[in-house]
């Protein structure tokens, strides 16, 4: 009996040895088992950490062909897929560039209005001429024009022909066509339609216009407060404010108006100074 209960004890003890071990082993197993699991979800989340941070530096997806895709509305001239850095760097460069140029813009401005400060100041200051113009054929002209008219300065013909009407504030003159007598402030010179008008002395052009009596006349200035009208004009060549010298085109002779229809085609000249009537005739060449 003793040595099956030795021998049955032995047995029982190799059994509970092979199941502690057996256990030992699953324990150890399991416990492999976990540290792989461990592993796996921390190797897991450096992954996705890894990942999240190259997201985060390249925020857009590579396409095939992506220089060729171009935002259909840019701002400041960007194209689709660039980063966010370089687009938040171009207004700040832009601003930059524009503050720059707004620099350099006002240096040159100061720079010039120094010059020309400075130009005055060492500048002697020049004597005004007396009514010193530009002459020539019309107002870009090149040369200088003095308009010194005097007493004693002679006037080109407008036209060559006869006078009609004298001058004559005085006393009254008869006028054929009014059938009256009156005074008159100018002249009537006689002239065929169409014939050509000069200036008779260097002027600048007042005033242009067309009256009832005289038709379509030129008022002119000759300086020191001569004043001279030419009318029965037709086709002006002048402008007002034009300077015109001695002899230069100022258009042609028209048909008489209705106060000078027994007189003729013809040329009305009024002459003043200081504006007063003077006799055309007393400056005539």
Known sequence: MNNRDAFGNNITEVITVKEKVSQMFKDKLFLVMMVLGLLTIVAAAGVATMQKKGTQQNPYLEMQDQGNLIAEEPMNGSLAGESNAQIAQ??????????????????????????????????????????????GSGLDAATALVL?????????????????????????IYFPTLDQYKCNPGIVIQGEVSTPVYAPANARVMATGVNEEIGNF????????????????????????EYLEKGQLLGYVAEPTKYYSIEGSNIYIEMMHQGKNVDPLDFME
Do not use: H
């Open 90 to 135: 171009a207004p700040k460069e832009t601003k930059k560039t524009s503050e720059t140029e707004n620099r350099n813009q006002d240096t040159a401005v100061a720079e010039q209005t120094y010059e020309v400060a400075q130009n005055r100041r060492t500048e002697p200051a020049k004597p005004a001429a007396p009514q010193v113009q530009e002459a």
């Open 218 to 241: 030129v008022t002119l200035d000759l300086g020191n407060d001569y004043n001279i009208v030419c009318g029965q004009l037709k086709e002006l060549a002048v402008d007002k404010g």
């Open 148 to 172: 010194d008219f005097s007493e004693n300065t002679r006037m080109k013909w407008p036209v060559e022909g006869n006078v009609l009407l004298d001058y004559s504030m005085d006393s009254t």
